[in-house]
Protein backbone atom coordinates (compact mmCIF):
# COMPACT_ATOMS: atom_id res chain seq x y z
CA UNK A 1 0.00 0.00 0.00
CA UNK A 2 1.20 3.54 -1.07
CA UNK A 3 1.94 5.70 2.18
CA UNK A 4 0.01 7.98 1.62
CA UNK A 5 -2.91 5.62 1.94
CA UNK A 6 -1.71 5.24 5.51
CA UNK A 7 -1.68 7.80 6.78
CA UNK A 8 -5.18 8.72 5.52
CA UNK A 9 -7.64 8.80 8.47
CA UNK A 10 -11.16 10.79 9.24
CA UNK A 11 -10.60 9.57 12.70
CA UNK A 12 -8.34 7.26 15.44
CA UNK A 13 -9.64 3.98 16.13
CA UNK A 14 -9.59 3.97 19.92
CA UNK A 15 -9.35 0.59 22.15
CA UNK A 16 -11.69 0.04 24.57
CA UNK A 17 -10.36 -1.33 28.16
CA UNK A 18 -13.42 -4.01 29.11
CA UNK A 19 -14.60 -5.51 32.30
CA UNK A 20 -17.40 -8.39 32.35
CA UNK A 21 -20.93 -7.25 33.50
CA UNK A 22 -23.16 -10.87 35.03
CA UNK A 23 -26.52 -10.54 33.28
CA UNK A 24 -28.46 -13.83 33.09
CA UNK A 25 -29.42 -14.34 29.40
CA UNK A 26 -26.18 -13.01 27.93
CA UNK A 27 -23.07 -11.22 28.70
CA UNK A 28 -22.36 -7.98 28.32
CA UNK A 29 -19.01 -6.32 28.11
CA UNK A 30 -18.75 -2.58 28.67
CA UNK A 31 -15.89 0.41 28.58
CA UNK A 32 -14.93 0.47 32.32
CA UNK A 33 -16.36 3.18 34.32
CA UNK A 34 -19.60 3.17 31.92
CA UNK A 35 -22.24 5.17 33.40
CA UNK A 36 -25.98 4.89 33.57
CA UNK A 37 -26.52 4.95 29.74
CA UNK A 38 -24.20 2.41 29.05
CA UNK A 39 -25.88 0.22 31.10
CA UNK A 40 -29.29 0.95 29.05
CA UNK A 41 -27.40 0.30 26.19
CA UNK A 42 -26.15 -3.02 26.77
CA UNK A 43 -29.55 -3.78 28.22
CA UNK A 44 -31.44 -3.29 25.14
CA UNK A 45 -28.44 -5.02 23.10
CA UNK A 46 -28.90 -8.21 25.12
CA UNK A 47 -32.66 -8.02 24.96
CA UNK A 48 -32.00 -7.80 20.84
CA UNK A 49 -29.74 -10.46 20.65
CA UNK A 50 -32.01 -12.78 22.81
CA UNK A 51 -34.81 -11.95 20.43
CA UNK A 52 -32.75 -13.30 17.56
CA UNK A 53 -31.46 -16.29 18.88
CA UNK A 54 -35.07 -17.30 19.99
CA UNK A 55 -36.19 -17.97 16.36
CA UNK A 56 -33.90 -21.30 16.15
CA UNK A 57 -30.20 -20.33 16.16
CA UNK A 58 -28.14 -21.94 18.80
CA UNK A 59 -25.80 -18.91 19.21
CA UNK A 60 -25.17 -15.25 18.83
CA UNK A 61 -22.50 -12.61 19.33
CA UNK A 62 -22.06 -9.18 19.13
CA UNK A 63 -19.92 -5.98 19.37
CA UNK A 64 -20.71 -2.11 19.24
CA UNK A 65 -18.22 0.12 19.16
CA UNK A 66 -18.23 3.78 19.23
CA UNK A 67 -14.63 4.52 17.72
CA UNK A 68 -15.43 8.42 16.55
CA UNK A 69 -17.34 9.47 20.24
CA UNK A 70 -16.57 7.35 22.79
CA UNK A 71 -14.60 4.80 22.23
CA UNK A 72 -16.53 2.88 24.21
CA UNK A 73 -17.11 -1.30 23.01
CA UNK A 74 -20.22 -3.50 24.60
CA UNK A 75 -20.28 -6.76 23.77
CA UNK A 76 -23.40 -9.11 24.36
CA UNK A 77 -23.52 -13.37 23.84
CA UNK A 78 -26.76 -15.39 23.91
CA UNK A 79 -27.49 -18.84 23.69
CA UNK A 80 -24.53 -21.83 23.93
CA UNK A 81 -21.71 -22.48 22.22
CA UNK A 82 -22.17 -26.21 22.31
CA UNK A 83 -25.52 -27.42 20.91
CA UNK A 84 -27.25 -29.45 24.24
CA UNK A 85 -24.55 -27.71 26.62
CA UNK A 86 -24.69 -24.42 28.87
CA UNK A 87 -21.36 -23.79 27.54
CA UNK A 88 -21.21 -19.98 27.80
CA UNK A 89 -20.16 -18.48 23.93
CA UNK A 90 -17.51 -16.36 24.00
CA UNK A 91 -17.71 -13.05 22.99
CA UNK A 92 -14.25 -12.95 21.77
CA UNK A 93 -14.36 -15.97 20.06
CA UNK A 94 -14.09 -16.58 15.83
CA UNK A 95 -16.62 -17.48 13.62
CA UNK A 96 -17.13 -17.69 9.49
CA UNK A 97 -17.79 -14.59 8.08
CA UNK A 98 -18.90 -15.55 4.21
CA UNK A 99 -19.57 -12.99 2.30
CA UNK A 100 -17.96 -10.55 4.84
CA UNK A 101 -14.67 -11.73 2.66
CA UNK A 102 -16.03 -9.44 -0.84
CA UNK A 103 -15.45 -6.47 1.11
CA UNK A 104 -11.50 -7.56 2.04
CA UNK A 105 -11.51 -8.55 -1.76
CA UNK A 106 -12.77 -5.21 -2.96
CA UNK A 107 -10.47 -2.91 -0.86
CA UNK A 108 -7.99 -4.85 -2.43
CA UNK A 109 -8.35 -4.57 -5.79
CA UNK A 110 -9.45 -0.50 -5.54
CA UNK A 111 -6.03 -0.47 -3.52
CA UNK A 112 -4.42 -1.95 -7.28
CA UNK A 113 -7.21 0.76 -8.63
CA UNK A 114 -4.55 3.75 -7.01
CA UNK A 115 -1.59 2.31 -7.81
CA UNK A 116 -3.06 2.62 -11.35
CA UNK A 117 -1.87 -1.51 -12.01
CA UNK A 118 -5.57 -1.95 -13.07
CA UNK A 119 -8.71 0.06 -13.75
CA UNK A 120 -11.87 -0.16 -13.22
CA UNK A 121 -13.08 -0.05 -16.87
CA UNK A 122 -10.29 -3.45 -17.54
CA UNK A 123 -12.39 -5.94 -18.73
CA UNK A 124 -12.03 -9.67 -17.47
CA UNK A 125 -9.96 -11.12 -21.03
CA UNK A 126 -7.43 -7.64 -20.50
CA UNK A 127 -6.19 -9.41 -17.58
CA UNK A 128 -7.75 -13.38 -17.70
CA UNK A 129 -8.60 -14.73 -21.31
CA UNK A 130 -10.70 -16.99 -21.78
CA UNK A 131 -11.82 -17.66 -18.30
CA UNK A 132 -15.72 -16.77 -18.78
CA UNK A 133 -18.25 -16.01 -21.14
CA UNK A 134 -18.29 -12.15 -22.51
CA UNK A 135 -15.22 -11.58 -20.86
CA UNK A 136 -14.35 -9.22 -23.50
CA UNK A 137 -17.24 -7.01 -22.17
CA UNK A 138 -17.95 -7.84 -18.52
CA UNK A 139 -15.34 -5.12 -16.45
CA UNK A 140 -13.75 -5.08 -13.03
CA UNK A 141 -16.65 -2.58 -11.62
CA UNK A 142 -19.23 -4.67 -13.18
CA UNK A 143 -17.35 -7.60 -10.68
CA UNK A 144 -17.39 -5.80 -8.16
CA UNK A 145 -20.87 -4.37 -7.86
CA UNK A 146 -22.92 -7.40 -9.29
CA UNK A 147 -23.95 -6.13 -12.85
CA UNK A 148 -21.59 -8.58 -15.04
CA UNK A 149 -24.75 -11.38 -15.24
CA UNK A 150 -22.46 -14.24 -14.45
CA UNK A 151 -24.41 -17.33 -12.83
CA UNK A 152 -23.66 -17.39 -9.30
CA UNK A 153 -21.79 -20.58 -8.25
CA UNK A 154 -23.76 -21.02 -5.35
CA UNK A 155 -26.80 -22.05 -7.07
CA UNK A 156 -25.04 -24.76 -8.29
CA UNK A 157 -23.89 -26.81 -5.20
CA UNK A 158 -25.88 -28.96 -3.14
CA UNK A 159 -27.43 -26.53 -0.24
CA UNK A 160 -31.43 -27.63 -0.48
CA UNK A 161 -31.62 -29.30 1.91
CA UNK A 162 -28.51 -27.88 4.12
CA UNK A 163 -27.68 -31.21 4.97
CA UNK A 164 -27.13 -32.38 0.72
CA UNK A 165 -23.90 -30.70 1.25
CA UNK A 166 -22.31 -33.12 4.12
CA UNK A 167 -20.94 -35.56 1.53
CA UNK A 168 -18.78 -33.02 -0.07
CA UNK A 169 -17.84 -30.78 2.87
CA UNK A 170 -14.16 -31.99 3.07
CA UNK A 171 -14.27 -32.17 -0.77
CA UNK A 172 -11.12 -29.26 -2.06
CA UNK A 173 -12.13 -26.89 -4.74
CA UNK A 174 -10.07 -24.14 -6.97
CA UNK A 175 -11.14 -21.70 -8.35
CA UNK A 176 -10.77 -22.12 -11.77
CA UNK A 177 -13.40 -25.27 -10.86
CA UNK A 178 -16.06 -23.54 -8.97
CA UNK A 179 -15.92 -20.62 -11.54
CA UNK A 180 -15.82 -23.17 -14.53
CA UNK A 181 -18.53 -24.75 -12.42
CA UNK A 182 -20.69 -21.49 -12.46
CA UNK A 183 -20.00 -20.75 -16.25
CA UNK A 184 -21.79 -24.11 -17.49
CA UNK A 185 -24.64 -22.06 -16.69
CA UNK A 186 -26.26 -19.46 -19.36
CA UNK A 187 -25.98 -16.14 -18.44
CA UNK A 188 -28.15 -14.13 -16.50
CA UNK A 189 -28.17 -11.09 -18.60
CA UNK A 190 -25.83 -9.19 -20.77
CA UNK A 191 -22.76 -7.78 -18.92
CA UNK A 192 -23.78 -4.06 -17.52
CA UNK A 193 -27.41 -4.32 -18.02
CA UNK A 194 -28.78 -5.12 -14.70
CA UNK A 195 -28.33 -6.15 -11.22
CA UNK A 196 -27.32 -9.84 -9.92
CA UNK A 197 -25.81 -10.95 -7.22
CA UNK A 198 -23.12 -13.60 -7.71
CA UNK A 199 -20.29 -15.15 -5.79
CA UNK A 200 -18.58 -15.88 -9.19
CA UNK A 201 -18.06 -12.43 -9.65
CA UNK A 202 -15.61 -12.03 -6.45
CA UNK A 203 -14.51 -15.74 -7.42
CA UNK A 204 -12.69 -13.90 -10.54
CA UNK A 205 -11.62 -11.24 -8.47
CA UNK A 206 -9.39 -13.06 -6.73
CA UNK A 207 -7.55 -14.77 -9.67
CA UNK A 208 -7.50 -11.09 -11.25
CA UNK A 209 -5.83 -10.63 -7.71
CA UNK A 210 -3.75 -13.31 -8.33
CA UNK A 211 -2.93 -12.03 -12.37
CA UNK A 212 -1.64 -8.37 -11.27
CA UNK A 213 0.62 -9.08 -8.38
CA UNK A 214 1.46 -12.98 -9.13
CA UNK A 215 0.53 -13.40 -5.33
CA UNK A 216 -2.49 -15.09 -4.26
CA UNK A 217 -5.18 -12.74 -2.79
CA UNK A 218 -5.10 -14.32 0.58
CA UNK A 219 -1.17 -13.07 0.99
CA UNK A 220 -2.44 -9.51 -0.63
CA UNK A 221 -5.12 -9.24 2.10
CA UNK A 222 -3.04 -10.15 4.41
CA UNK A 223 -0.21 -7.62 3.32
CA UNK A 224 -2.43 -4.71 2.51
CA UNK A 225 -5.22 -4.87 5.55
CA UNK A 226 -4.72 -7.61 7.90
CA UNK A 227 -0.98 -6.38 8.79
CA UNK A 228 -1.54 -2.74 8.84
CA UNK A 229 -4.45 -3.05 11.62
CA UNK A 230 -3.11 -5.52 13.51
CA UNK A 231 -6.13 -8.19 12.84
CA UNK A 232 -4.74 -10.99 14.69
CA UNK A 233 -7.77 -12.66 14.74
CA UNK A 234 -8.34 -13.06 11.14
CA UNK A 235 -8.13 -15.47 8.93
CA UNK A 236 -8.21 -17.08 5.00
CA UNK A 237 -8.15 -20.47 5.71
CA UNK A 238 -7.66 -21.75 2.44
CA UNK A 239 -7.97 -25.45 2.71
CA UNK A 240 -8.39 -25.89 6.53
CA UNK A 241 -11.60 -27.50 8.18
CA UNK A 242 -11.26 -25.96 10.99
CA UNK A 243 -11.96 -22.54 13.31
CA UNK A 244 -8.99 -22.07 15.35
CA UNK A 245 -9.38 -20.91 18.71
CA UNK A 246 -12.05 -20.28 20.61
CA UNK A 247 -15.84 -20.26 18.98
CA UNK A 248 -19.12 -21.41 19.22
CA UNK A 249 -20.30 -24.21 16.79
CA UNK A 250 -21.87 -23.77 13.94
CA UNK A 251 -25.30 -26.32 12.74
CA UNK A 252 -27.40 -26.43 10.13
CA UNK A 253 -30.62 -28.04 10.25
CA UNK A 254 -31.27 -32.41 10.24
CA UNK A 255 -34.42 -32.29 8.95
CA UNK A 256 -35.99 -34.00 11.83
CA UNK A 257 -36.26 -31.16 14.47
CA UNK A 258 -32.27 -31.71 15.31
CA UNK A 259 -29.03 -30.50 14.12
CA UNK A 260 -26.29 -31.53 12.50
CA UNK A 261 -22.72 -29.93 13.69
CA UNK A 262 -20.80 -28.36 10.58
CA UNK A 263 -18.30 -26.12 12.41
CA UNK A 264 -15.49 -28.62 10.05
CA UNK A 265 -15.87 -27.97 6.60
CA UNK A 266 -13.43 -26.98 4.00
CA UNK A 267 -13.60 -23.43 2.99
CA UNK A 268 -12.37 -23.52 -0.26
CA UNK A 269 -15.75 -24.19 -1.97
CA UNK A 270 -16.12 -20.70 -0.44
CA UNK A 271 -12.86 -19.45 -1.15
CA UNK A 272 -12.22 -15.65 -2.69
CA UNK A 273 -16.26 -15.08 -2.35
CA UNK A 274 -16.46 -16.61 1.46
CA UNK A 275 -13.94 -17.98 3.42
CA UNK A 276 -12.70 -15.80 5.66
CA UNK A 277 -13.06 -16.76 9.65
CA UNK A 278 -12.56 -13.58 12.17
CA UNK A 279 -13.72 -11.80 15.26
CA UNK A 280 -16.20 -9.18 15.87
CA UNK A 281 -13.95 -7.28 17.01
CA UNK A 282 -11.48 -7.25 13.89
CA UNK A 283 -14.60 -6.70 11.42
CA UNK A 284 -15.30 -3.54 13.36
CA UNK A 285 -11.80 -2.94 12.98
CA UNK A 286 -11.73 -3.24 9.69
CA UNK A 287 -14.71 -1.67 8.89
CA UNK A 288 -14.08 1.35 11.01
CA UNK A 289 -10.39 1.99 9.24
CA UNK A 290 -12.16 1.57 5.65
CA UNK A 291 -14.68 4.08 6.43
CA UNK A 292 -12.32 6.45 8.33
CA UNK A 293 -9.76 6.62 5.04
CA UNK A 294 -7.58 4.31 6.62
CA UNK A 295 -7.42 1.84 3.35
CA UNK A 296 -8.33 4.13 0.40
CA UNK A 297 -8.64 7.29 -1.27
CA UNK A 298 -11.50 9.62 -0.78
CA UNK A 299 -12.47 9.44 -4.43
CA UNK A 300 -12.05 5.85 -4.41
CA UNK A 301 -13.82 5.05 -1.13
CA UNK A 302 -17.50 7.15 -2.37
CA UNK A 303 -17.50 5.17 -5.39
CA UNK A 304 -17.02 2.14 -3.19
CA UNK A 305 -19.88 3.14 -0.86
CA UNK A 306 -22.46 4.60 -3.69
CA UNK A 307 -24.66 2.23 -5.53
CA UNK A 308 -24.69 2.84 -9.23
CA UNK A 309 -27.60 2.00 -11.58
CA UNK A 310 -28.40 -0.67 -11.98
CA UNK A 311 -26.26 -2.19 -9.31
CA UNK A 312 -27.90 -2.02 -5.64
CA UNK A 313 -24.66 -1.88 -4.17
CA UNK A 314 -21.44 -0.09 -4.25
CA UNK A 315 -17.99 -1.55 -5.37
CA UNK A 316 -18.11 -4.34 -2.67
CA UNK A 317 -19.95 -2.46 -0.10
CA UNK A 318 -23.78 -2.39 0.94
CA UNK A 319 -25.80 0.43 2.34
CA UNK A 320 -28.19 0.48 5.21
CA UNK A 321 -30.87 2.78 5.94
CA UNK A 322 -31.19 3.35 9.67
CA UNK A 323 -34.53 4.87 11.11
CA UNK A 324 -32.49 7.60 12.43
CA UNK A 325 -31.71 8.94 9.34
CA UNK A 326 -28.67 8.04 8.75
CA UNK A 327 -26.65 5.10 6.30
CA UNK A 328 -24.39 2.23 7.32
CA UNK A 329 -21.86 0.96 5.29
CA UNK A 330 -20.76 -2.83 4.97
CA UNK A 331 -21.64 -6.19 4.52
CA UNK A 332 -23.53 -9.41 5.58
CA UNK A 333 -22.35 -13.20 4.62
CA UNK A 334 -23.56 -16.32 5.02
CA UNK A 335 -21.64 -19.69 5.42
CA UNK A 336 -23.28 -22.59 5.66
CA UNK A 337 -24.10 -22.50 9.54
CA UNK A 338 -23.57 -19.11 10.30
CA UNK A 339 -24.42 -16.05 9.33
CA UNK A 340 -22.42 -12.26 10.04
CA UNK A 341 -23.13 -9.08 9.60
CA UNK A 342 -20.45 -5.88 10.06
CA UNK A 343 -21.79 -2.31 9.52
CA UNK A 344 -20.66 0.90 10.98
CA UNK A 345 -21.57 4.79 10.33
CA UNK A 346 -19.26 7.22 8.75
CA UNK A 347 -19.26 8.79 12.38
CA UNK A 348 -17.27 5.41 13.54
CA UNK A 349 -20.24 4.07 15.34
CA UNK A 350 -19.95 0.18 14.25
CA UNK A 351 -21.58 -3.27 14.71
CA UNK A 352 -21.02 -7.23 14.00
CA UNK A 353 -23.18 -9.25 14.25
CA UNK A 354 -22.47 -13.66 13.92
CA UNK A 355 -25.02 -15.45 14.41
CA UNK A 356 -24.97 -19.88 14.34
CA UNK A 357 -27.48 -21.59 13.26
CA UNK A 358 -29.35 -24.45 14.46
CA UNK A 359 -32.87 -25.56 14.09
CA UNK A 360 -33.44 -22.40 12.01
CA UNK A 361 -31.88 -19.07 10.94
CA UNK A 362 -31.97 -15.89 12.25
CA UNK A 363 -34.98 -14.01 11.50
CA UNK A 364 -34.66 -10.97 9.66
CA UNK A 365 -36.47 -8.59 11.78
CA UNK A 366 -34.72 -9.40 14.90
CA UNK A 367 -31.68 -9.30 13.02
CA UNK A 368 -32.66 -5.56 11.59
CA UNK A 369 -33.94 -4.24 15.25
CA UNK A 370 -30.77 -4.74 16.91
CA UNK A 371 -28.60 -3.58 13.82
CA UNK A 372 -30.46 -0.34 13.70
CA UNK A 373 -30.42 -0.24 17.75
CA UNK A 374 -26.85 -0.48 17.82
CA UNK A 375 -25.96 1.84 15.20
CA UNK A 376 -28.61 4.73 16.12
CA UNK A 377 -28.10 4.46 20.00
CA UNK A 378 -27.38 8.86 20.98
Not at 242 to 256: L, Q
Request: aromatic share 6%; charged share 20%.
Amino acid sequence: MKNRNKVRCAAAVVAALVVALPVSSATAVAAAGSGRSHQKEASVLRQDLDAVVAGGPTSALVEVRDAGRTGRSVRATSGTAVAGTRKPVDPTGHFRAGSVTKTFVATTVLQLVDERRLALDDTVDRWLPGLVPDGDRITVRELLNHTSGLYDVTDTLPLKPPTAFLPIRYRTWTTTELVHRATEQPAVFSPGTSYHYSSTDYLVLGLLVERVTRHSYADEISRRILQPLDMRDTWLPGTNPRIPGSHAHHYIPDGAGGVVDITEMNPSVMNAAGELISSAADLNTFTTALLGGRLLPPRLLREMATPSDPSQTGLGLQTMALTCGATAYGHDGDALGSSTWTFATPGGRAVTLSVAWGTGRPAKAAVTALLDDALCHA
